[in-house]
T-cell receptor
Framework: QQPVQSPQAVILREGEDAVINCSSS?????VHWYRQKHGEAPVFLMILLKGGEQKGHEKISASFNEKKQQSSLYLTASQLSYSGTYFC???????????FGTGTRLTVIP | DGGITQSPKYLFRKEGQNVTLSCEQNLNHDAMYWYRQDPGQGLRLIYY???????QKGDIAEGYSVSREKKESFPLTVTSAQKNPTAFYLCASRRIGLDSGELFFGEGSRLTVL
């Protein structure tokens, strides 16, 4: 039931863009995205709901393809502060527990 | 300010001992969760609870136990039956229902078995 994330790791230079993908074999109600810094708790980025619109906040946005049960997180003009591990969490219709992917480690270098 | 408080932050245990990790929230959330995180891995669900006096097993419940006697509290006991308990444990909560939202996480408890 765990969603699959790709890539597992990516290294960017400041200002470059990245896309992180999350896919599930189950019908989804929503997809959550979180970022975790080393040794800290995950921090919420955004939720995408079934039937909802693409979300975005400044240079981080995401989409949800309901037909394919896939979500993508887009990071544009990356900053050093974007470094961390990104997790997608999926919520199935009628359920109340999220299943998390194994994460994508993003490293932004000067 | 509202939030989730986990304690202790660091805990060392000898093999064969049970330990209990505390999780308290003042967000008035109905649902609470325990996740385990191993180095370089994602979050795996141990137990979750949607209402007082009720809880469900997650993917890796063996060797763990929980209780939900109060809405704001969801302690996790790591028993001696858990074969590899060294990990980072995260407690979380969220609203449930039509306006359900994101997970709010505590700062985590790092358990090391000596």
């Amino acid at each position: 039931q765990q969603p699959v994330q790709s890539p597992q790791a990516v290294i960017l230079r400041e200002g470059e863009d990245a896309v992180i993908n999350c896919s599930s074999s189950k019908a989804l109600y929503s997809v959550h995205w979180y970022r975790q810094k080393h040794g800290e708790a995950p921090v919420f980025l955004m939720i995408l709901l079934k039937g909802g619109e693409q979300k975005g906040h400044e240079k981080i946005s995401a989409s949800f393809n309901e037909k394919k049960q896939q979500s993508s997180l887009y990071l544009t003009a990356s900053q050093l502060s974007y470094s961390g591990t990104y997790f997608c969490g999926t919520l199935r219709t009628g359920a109340n527990n999220l299943f998390f992917g194994t994460g994508t480690r993003l490293t932004v270098i000067p | 300010d509202g939030g989730i408080t986990q304690s202790p932050k660091y805990l060392f245990r000898k093999e064969g001992q049970n330990v209990t990790l505390s999780c308290e929230q003042n967000l008035n959330h109905d649902a609470m969760y325990w996740y385990r995180q191993d180095p370089g891995q994602g979050l795996r669900l141990i137990y979750y609870s949607q209402i007082v006096n009720d809880f469900q097993k997650g993917d890796i419940a063996e060797g763990y136990s929980v209780s939900r006697e109060k809405k704001e509290s969801f302690p996790l006991t790591v028993t001696s039956a858990q074969k590899n308990p060294t990990a980072f444990y995260l407690c979380a909560s969220r609203r449930i229902g039509l306006d359900s939202g994101e997970l709010f996480f505590g700062e985590g408890s790092r358990l090391t078995v000596l």
